[in-house]
């Protein structure tokens, strides 16, 4: 079992940047593959950005990539997404999950365990 916490959201004007974290307890941490969901209001559930165990490989939604990195530092047990040139449509609670097949996924059904998510407004 791993337990998942982020943390970093808030309230942001359009074309600024904010940092998510994500600390991870439980099993180690460094067996799991990790990733960012985000769910805007009314809409679906949706991939953002996954890095593999090593961090040694990376996905991101055609949305993001080139605006958001993810990055890990397995000896802190915590997952970070760095999100630039916010835009309003960015607006949404964002999830961080970790999947226990250690490789880089973009399916929501692959990740095993989530957190209770953060929210993140970017105002126009």
């Known amino acids: 079992q791993v337990h998942v916490v982020e943390s970093g959201g808030g309230l942001v004007q359009a074309g600024g940047s904010l940092r998510l974290s994500c600390a991870a307890s439980?099993?180690?941490?460094?067996?799991?593959?990790m990733g960012w969901f985000r769910q805007a209001p009314g809409k679906e559930r949706e991939f953002v950005a996954a890095i593999n165990w090593s961090g040694s490989d990376t996905s991101y939604a055609g949305s993001v990539k080139d605006r958001f990195a993810i990055s890990r530092d397995n000896g802190k047990n915590t997952v970070y997404l760095q999100m630039n040139s916010l835009k309003p449509e960015d607006t949404a609670v964002y999830y961080c999950a970790a999947d226990r097949n250690a490789y880089v996924s973009t399916r929501e059904s692959h990740y095993d365990y989530w957190g209770q998510g953060t929210q993140v407004t970017v105002s126009s």
């Open positions: 439980g099993r180690t941490f460094s067996d799991y593959a």
